[in-house]
């Protein structure tokens, strides 16, 4: 059983490291979009504050006695703000798109300026990972 949940989380990061997922919607600006995702936020924040809620959870020993407690804390509203969030963002017309990173072969020898304005999505568009974070290029446009 423990290889099998071995297996599944390393599929997860390799998974992870071939693509990525953000809100996106063609012909928008990369900072139109954070100011978009920033009022959707907001939003949900003021719909859904944060709620901590405090469970008591049992521990027990080898003869199935309550021998102490363990606290956990968490936010019950914090699905809630996400999906409040997600489902602005989709309102104002966004849509999630899964984007893969570029590969060694695509972009060898070449240099690429960052998208500035999200095009509609096609073959030719993929992420670089860069010292400030994760950017958009388009491979048919090299500098």
């Given amino acids: 059983m423990k290889r099998i949940a071995l297996i599944c989380l390393m599929l997860t990061f390799v998974a992870g490291c071939t693509d990525f997922r953000q809100m996106y919607k063609p012909g928008v600006t990369r900072t139109q979009l954070n100011i978009d995702q920033g009022a959707c936020n907001s939003d949900a924040a003021a719909r859904y504050p944060p709620r901590?809620?405090?469970?008591?959870?049992?521990?027990?020993?080898?003869?199935?006695?309550?021998?102490?407690?363990?606290?956990?804390?968490?936010?019950?509203?914090?699905?809630?703000?996400?999906?409040?969030?997600?489902?602005?963002?989709?309102?104002?017309?966004?849509?999630?798109?899964?984007?893969?990173?570029?590969?060694?072969e695509q972009t060898a020898g070449r240099s690429f300026a960052p998208i500035t304005t999200l095009p509609a999505l096609t073959t030719n568009i993929c992420g670089l990972r860069t010292d400030s974070g994760r950017v958009l290029v388009d491979l048919s446009k090299p500098l």
């Fill in 52 to 104: 901590i809620v405090t469970d008591w959870v049992p521990i027990y020993n080898s003869d199935g006695r309550i021998i102490g407690r363990h606290i956990e804390q968490y936010d019950i509203n914090e699905a809630r703000r996400r999906e409040g969030a997600r489902s602005c963002m989709i309102a104002g017309g966004y849509e999630w798109a899964t984007i893969p990173f570029c590969k060694e």
